[in-house]
């Protein structure tokens, strides 16, 4: 094979491992999650409202701490995001645990252009040729549009990382902002076709297939 003419992480992140939370480890979660929207700076709107059912989205693994992203509508209208990230300690048992949480206005249902809902959170760095850094972006959501069933993260053509939808949900961790190329999310159907694609940084774009 001939070399490679840019070097870049793929597949980084170990693949989902684990089932929706459920039980008690879920209730674990979801103190964690929010307590981390009490502390959310929400500007100029008056109130978050109370926050509904957690959707949690595929767990991701890198470098030895988990993510397990988070979305859930509020009573204001809102939509909170974030996730919950811990290790594991000497006896496979969580600890370490860590968690973050923010919110917006701009809502799926507030927008009925978009074809893939997306949420991101940069969690780390990686450091490249000529001294370049990638930002190692958690990304996650949902496809808006009927028959989709994997997500990839491409960056510059190149396919970084990629996920099967899991309850119609998807997490990705994969390089972005890299020396000038940024992140895009494709959703494809079993068939191989593309559904669409959304950039993290553009309005999302439906492709023509």
Request: aromatic share 8%; proline share 5%; with cysteine.
């Given at each position: 094979m001939p070399p490679e003419p840019r070097l870049v992480p793929r597949f980084a992140a170990e693949p989902s491992q684990d089932a929706v939370p459920s039980g008690r480890w879920a209730e674990r979660l979801q103190g964690e999650f929010?307590?981390?929207?009490?502390?959310?700076?929400?500007?100029?709107?008056?109130?978050?409202?109370?926050?509904g059912?957690?959707?949690?989205?595929?767990?991701?693994?890198?470098?030895?701490?988990?993510?397990?992203?988070?979305?859930?509508s509020t009573e204001s209208g809102l939509e909170v995001f974030g996730y919950v990230s811990y290790t594991l300690d000497e006896d496979g048992q969580p600890t370490g645990f860590h968690a973050t949480a923010d919110a917006t206005s701009e809502t799926a249902e507030a927008n009925p252009d978009w074809s893939i809902d997306l949420c991101d959170e940069v969690v780390g760095?990686?450091?490249?040729?000529?001294?370049?850094?990638?930002?190692?972006?958690?990304?996650?959501?949902?496809?808006?549009l009927a028959g989709g069933a994997l997500v990839t993260a491409e960056l510059a053509d190149l396919c970084v990382d990629q996920c099967e939808l899991r309850s119609g949900r998807f997490t990705l961790l994969a390089p972005d902002d890299y020396r000038g190329d940024t992140l895009e999310v494709h959703l494809w159907d079993r068939s191989g076709t593309r559904l669409a694609r959304e950039s993290l940084y553009a309005e999302d774009t439906s492709d023509d297939a």
């Open positions: 929010l307590a981390a929207c009490l502390h959310i700076d929400l500007g100029e709107v008056e109130r978050l409202g109370e926050v059912e957690l959707l949690w989205h595929p767990d991701r693994t890198w470098h030895g701490r988990t993510f397990l992203p988070a979305t859930a760095s990686w450091r490249g040729e000529t001294g370049a850094t990638a930002a190692m972006t958690l990304v996650w959501g949902r496809p808006l």
